[in-house]
């Protein structure tokens, strides 16, 4: 059986290591302060968890599908320092719940590292946010301390009350979500009427507070996703065949910033709240 028994010594400062763990939330909620991994062996220990070790610490990233999709939101849970290397042990009752009939999984304990954000923080995808590629299907991936302040600084610079999202009272984990949100409370946003609703590209049909021209309104997570799915192409469709109406982005995170040389206006919706400002055509 693997033991940390090998990690005994105070952790130096100096050799401290960090590190992006990435769990979906389901896991984090159940366990938040734990490194974990269901369905390996006593004798199997998961990529890179001999390297977490006393005193590193890391940062927790929920996700709910593909970051390379950029159709879900990922978000910052929390900032953690090791307390107990990697061990196979019983699953700690809270876990149980999410560990699909698993009853031992390896886990890495940590602690509360510093200050803590008050729920989930909404955040770039890991490449734009370090600005750099990373190995994103890695559960655990290396990073330098300058990385892990980065990402920290970001986290609480970008932290608000999400009781003043409308319906959801959180930030929105996809594009439905983030469509129910803006249909529901169009009102307060600076939307005046939704004329349409629609499944294909552009979501909405909208008439913004003050102006009475007709706008084509395209929701996306991240605004990115105006490329990765494929808008680009239907842009000139929508202009040339369709009603010639100007389209817009809707995002809640804005992290492509190319994307308005495409279209009339780009609004990063989460910014908006945060400030307590409306749409504006």
């Known amino acids: 059986m693997y033991s ?11 050799h401290r290591r960090h590190f992006i763990v990435k769990h979906g939330l389901d896991a984090f909620e159940a366990l938040p302060n734990f490194i974990w991994r269901t369905g390996k062996g006593q004798e199997d220990i998961p990529h890179r968890f001999s390297q977490v070790n006393l005193g ?4 927790g990233f929920a996700y709910t599908t593909s970051d390379k999709r950029e159709r879900s939101l990922s978000r910052v849970t929390g900032f953690y320092e090791c307390v107990q290397s990697a061990l196979f042990r019983d699953i700690p009752s809270a876990g149980v719940r999410v560990a699909e009939g ?22 770039l995808p890991l490449a734009d ?39 959801l009272g959180r930030e929105p984990e996809n594009e439905q979500e983030l469509l129910a949100a803006v249909v529901y409370g169009h009102k307060k946003l600076g939307i005046g009427k939704i004329i349409r609703v ?34 680009i192409e239907q842009v000139s469709k929508c202009r040339f065949v369709g009603d010639k109406k100007r389209i817009a982005v809707l995002c809640w995170i804005d992290n492509k910033k190319d994307v308005k040389k495409h279209v009339h206006r780009v609004y990063e919706l989460r910014s908006l709240i945060r400030k307590h400002k409306k749409l504006v055509w």
């Open 4 to 14: 940390s028994a090998t990690v005994t010594m105070p952790p130096n400062p100096d």
């Open 56 to 59: 590193d610490r890391w940062i």
């Open 102 to 123: 698993e009853t031992r999984a390896w886990l890495i304990e940590g602690k509360h590292y510093g200050k803590q954000p008050n729920e989930p923080v909404g955040v």
């Open 129 to 167: 946010l370090l600005g750099k590629r990373m190995w994103e299907n890695q559960a655990i991936i290396p990073i330098t301390g300058d990385d892990f302040d980065r990402i920290r600084h970001y986290t609480f610079d970008h932290e608000f009350d999400t009781k003043r999202i409308p319906l």
């Open 198 to 231: 629609r499944k294909a590209f552009p979501d909405l049909l909208v008439q913004f507070d003050g102006s009475s021209e007709e706008v084509h309104l395209e929701l996306e997570v991240y605004s990115g996703g105006f490329f990765s799915h494929g808008h």
